[in-house]
């Protein structure tokens, strides 16, 4: 199954600002070529199998912060060590880019069909070469744990703040998704009991209890900003 890769998301609350700043000696962008890409459609439609090829933890060759790269269904994320999980954007077979970070991503030397280096550019520098060290799981990401429909369900229906906003939560098969007045609905997934992760934007929402344990409101945390809904 192919799916064409979707546009850039809505910002949730406020832009979000740079979390990875890279240092070091970068690789002389005359350095990177362009051998062993796979030959993958124009049109940039990616199967999963496609998109597992570019999966991996990759370690830099100056020192810098590795980086992981999986997909989460049908996208592909990046993170460096200590930062948080950015999205992939094709831009080519073998290129993708983050407008968060003003960077690029772009994936060479693919050996038993799995890339083995790739190159990463920040703004106008040059490029930074990080090599393949491990595969990784591409289906799973340790942050999210389980959680069976019922409890799920604890935290669906509508939410809303004094001025009219609302959120609402609705349960798409075994996933939450979550909507703002105004905004597409995004996939949430559970980091822990009440605290669920956006993946597309650095965000998370916090449920709360009333004394009897039923799930009565939750408060949207993102860019150092709180946003309290309450549960109608």
């Known amino acids: 199954m192919a799916f064409r890769i979707p546009p850039m998301p809505v910002i949730l609350a406020v832009t979000a600002g740079l979390l990875f700043q890279c240092s070091g000696k970068p690789i002389e962008s005359d350095d990177a070529g362009e051998t062993g890409v796979p030959d993958l459609a124009e049109s940039q439609e990616f199967s999963i199998e496609e998109l597992d090829k570019f999966a991996g933890t990759y370690a830099s060759v100056d020192d810098l912060p590795d980086v992981s790269v999986f997909r989460d269904e049908e996208r592909l994320f990046a993170r460096f060590a200590g930062a948080s999980v950015k999205p992939l954007y094709a831009v080519s077979e073998n290129k993708f880019e983050n407008s968060t970070l003003d960077a690029r991503f772009r994936f060479e030397e693919f050996r038993n069909d799995l ?10 520098e040059d490029a930074y070469l990080f090599r393949r060290m491990i595969e990784a799981d591409v289906a799973i990401d340790p942050e999210i744990i389980f959680m069976e429909t019922e409890d799920l369900d604890e935290y669906t229906g509508t939410y809303e703040m004094p001025g009219g906003l609302k959120l609402t939560i609705s349960r798409d098969n075994d996933s939450l998704t979550a909507g703002i007045s105004g905004q597409d609905d995004m996939k949430i997934r559970p ?8 993946r ?9 209890r ?13 860019d150092g900003q709180q946003l309290k809904f309450l549960k109608k």
């Not at 790739?118 to 703004?123: E, S, T, V, W």
């Not at 980091?191 to 956006?198: G, L």
């Open 115 to 124: 890339a083995q280096n790739l190159y990463y550019q920040p703004g106008e």
């Open 191 to 198: 980091r822990e009991r009440d605290v669920f992760f956006y």
């Open 200 to 208: 597309e934007v650095d965000a998370e929402l916090h449920f709360h």
């Open 210 to 222: 009333d004394s009897d344990g039923k799930v009565n409101a939750a408060t949207l945390h993102q």
